[in-house]
């Protein structure tokens, strides 16, 4: 009798992916390495190697024009919108630009650049906040000591590009009464002084004790200053203006900003972005402390030095050609990296660093250059950020600066390959950047980008230990600034809206975008098995979620190009609370661990699947902890 055999079982292989990172819209899904996605929208990296849906934002204010710029000051909030600056609700200056702004607080000031007017936000009451032109309180530079009637002398400090006025302080010789100040053709002489036995500073007189020729740039005294009572002072003090036109407007239509100072320090403010001189820029200068200063207050000497209103005619260094203009800025150490746009040689970083040199035994700050970085060139002003190094956007995604292992020699690298495809179809040049926890965000007008900090992928065999971060995109649309504000995401829009991301991620209700559902998804790449030549039929499908009051996913599978819905994993993931009770969804079992739930499924005869997770509904948070799949390879596949 013939024996009958039944035919082997046939071995079930497995895929399961437990470390999940970021996407991949690089590749083509089949290319996609297991654990990132090749299309995942609104997803995020919750701890490293698990991802879940963001979180929603909320309206926080709506005001009638574009958001240009936001700032704060001693913990207030100050918003551009079209040519309003607002305090809340209330219009503290309505002549802004209509374009992007920066700005930075020092002190009790805000200084704001907006390609139009250089302006200074405080309390210059005491009481309530105010905006003023920075010219109209610009520091009065003293521009030459120790000055002798003739006009002999050195200079102390530069003509201040923001104030017509300056000052001149002599040394009378008891003699003279005509002195010659350091500029002729003046618009006014507006103040003599003379210091008297008591070290008090007297006012004098026009046509009394004085007359003035503003062509000549003199003043003559009736009667001679007298010899001051010690050579180590000055006894005489002249204040005048001369208008230079085009000097303020060299400071005012300036856009770009960043503080930098002498061997790191941030005392100096640097600016640029002048269409009439785009490859310039210029910095800010120190307070002068005086004799008169230390002996009115004697900790003169010890206060704060920084002053953002006294930018020097000198003080401004040109940078390569002026066909390639400065973009933008960012730190390096204690070095400043003046970014250019693409030019011809390809070096378009320029590394400065800040020093004192003494001139006419006179301190002057110096910045002088100490490299050139190869490197593709930056694009866009505003999407320069700092996370473990500094970050800008070029045309072929966003790049850092990093060093060499052994010679020490810089280089531009890139940090965005897993979303280089996506970026390059981006309008970068209107992006706009921030640092947010561990992510660097950057907003286009179609999307949000962030680049993991927490999350590296190293390449191999490459001598400059160069890396990736991974990657996700949240489709948001119309953002036109970027910002944090209290440890908390934020944004501005080209139609008003100030809104303010949710920070719970356990509350049911942070997951919506202004009232609207969150379509979040996480594909896979595409499953083929070792060997992507045999036919596969898929058996089984499992997904570890993190649980929810309120969560779940339905499961799709595209197959021969195909996406077709498997099923949905209902509310086996939730678990029963009192605060929360929707009788649709409902489960009573209070287990709060992750929740694995499997299906088995039916997919024949095919070379490759993808899986895609879904989970579209408001307020219903998804986390993916990790996902395994069953099946069967037989024979060769035939299409």
């Known amino acids: 009798m013939r024996q009958f055999n039944p035919p082997a079982a046939v071995d079930r292989s497995v895929t399961k992916i437990e470390n999940f990172k970021g996407v991949d819209l690089t590749n083509s899904p089949t290319n996609v390495s297991p654990g990132r996605s090749p299309e995942a929208p609104n997803m995020i990296r919750d701890v490293p190697g698990k991802v879940r849906k963001r979180m929603g934002y909320k ?32 219009v503290v200056y309505s002549d802004m630009n209509t374009a992007r702004s920066k700005g930075w607080a020092l002190g009790d000031r805000l200084y704001m650049l907006d390609g139009k007017t250089y302006l200074v936000l405080g309390k210059f009451d005491g009481k309530t906040y105010t905006v003023k032109k920075v010219s109209e309180i610009a520091t009065v530079p003293t521009t030459f000591i120790s000055r002798k009637p003739n006009g002999e002398g050195f200079q102390f400090q530069e003509i201040n590009l923001l104030q017509p006025q300056f000052k ?35 006012t004098k007189k026009v046509d009394t004790d004085y007359k003035v020729d503003l062509k000549l740039g003199t003043v003559t005294f009736t009667t001679a200053p007298a010899k001051p009572i010690s050579m180590a002072r000055d006894n005489v003090r002249i204040t005048a203006s001369k208008v230079i036109e085009g000097y303020a407007d060299t400071i005012n239509k300036c856009c770009i900003s ?32 005086s004799q008169e200063d230390i002996d009115k207050d004697e900790t003169a000497k010890s206060k704060s030095l920084e002053d953002f209103t006294f930018f020097g005619d000198l003080s401004y260094s040109t940078i390569g050609l002026d066909t390639n203009e400065i973009v933008g800025y960012s730190l390096v150490g204690n070095y400043l990296a003046a970014h250019k746009s693409d030019g011809a040689d390809g070096r378009n970083v320029i590394m400065r660093y800040g020093e004192y040199t003494a001139l006419n035994g006179v301190q002057r700050a110096s910045f002088r250059i100490v490299n050139t970085i190869q490197g593709i060139g930056a694009v866009g002003r505003y999407n320069f950020a700092y996370l473990n190094e500094s970050l800008f956007a070029t045309k072929l995604g966003i790049y850092a600066i990093t060093a060499q292992d052994i010679t020490g020699e810089k280089y531009t690298q890139e940090r965005s390959f897993y979303i280089r495809n996506a970026l390059m179809e981006e309008d970068l040049e209107n992006a706009y950047a921030c640092t947010y926890n561990d992510f660097y965000v950057l907003a286009t007008p179609k999307r949000m980008y962030l680049l993991d900090g927490l999350q590296k992928v190293y390449e191999k065999n490459n001598p400059y230990s160069s890396f990736q971060y991974e990657c996700y995109y949240w489709e948001i649309p119309n953002i036109s600034v970027v910002f ?34 969150i379509k979040a998804r996480w594909d896979t790449n595409a499953l083929d098995g070792e060997l992507f030549y045999k036919k596969k039929n898929f058996k089984y499908l499992s997904a570890q979620i993190a649980p929810a009051i309120s969560t779940g996913y339905e499961v799709w599978a595209e ?81």
């Open 59 to 90: 309206l926080d204010v709506k005001y009638d024009d574009e958001i240009y710029g936001v700032f704060h000051l001693d913990g207030e909030r100050f918003v551009h919108s079209g040519t309003k600056l607002y305090h809340g609700e209330t």
């Open 168 to 202: 001149n302080e002599f040394l009378a010789d008891g003699e003279s009464k005509v002195f010659q100040l350091s500029l002729d053709e003046l618009n006014s002489v507006d103040k003599v002084e003379i210091l008297n036995s008591d070290g008090d500073w007297i």
């Open 258 to 289: 960043i503080v930098y100072g002498i061997e790191g320090a941030t005392d100096r403010l640097f600016v640029g972005g002048n269409p009439k001189y785009p490859n310039r820029d210029w910095f800010s200068g120190l307070k002068s402390v």
């Open 484 to 517: 944090t504000e209290n440890n908390t995401l934020c944004f501005g829009t080209h139609t008003g809206e100030i809104m303010k991301f949710y920070t719970d991620k356990h509350l049911q209700t942070s997951y919506n975008d202004n009232g609207e559902p």
């Open 559 to 639: 197959i021969k190009g195909i996406w077709k819905k498997l099923f949905d994993s209902g509310a086996k993931a939730r678990y029963f609370d009192f605060s929360y009770i929707d009788f649709g969804k409902i489960n009573f079992s209070s287990d709060t661990s992750p929740r694995t739930i499997g299906r088995k499924i039916r997919i024949k005869r095919v070379d490759k699947v993808r899986f895609s997770y879904r989970n579209e509904e408001l307020n219903e948070p998804f986390g993916l902890y990790a996902i395994g799949t069953e099946f069967t390879e037989s024979g060769n596949y035939k299409p």
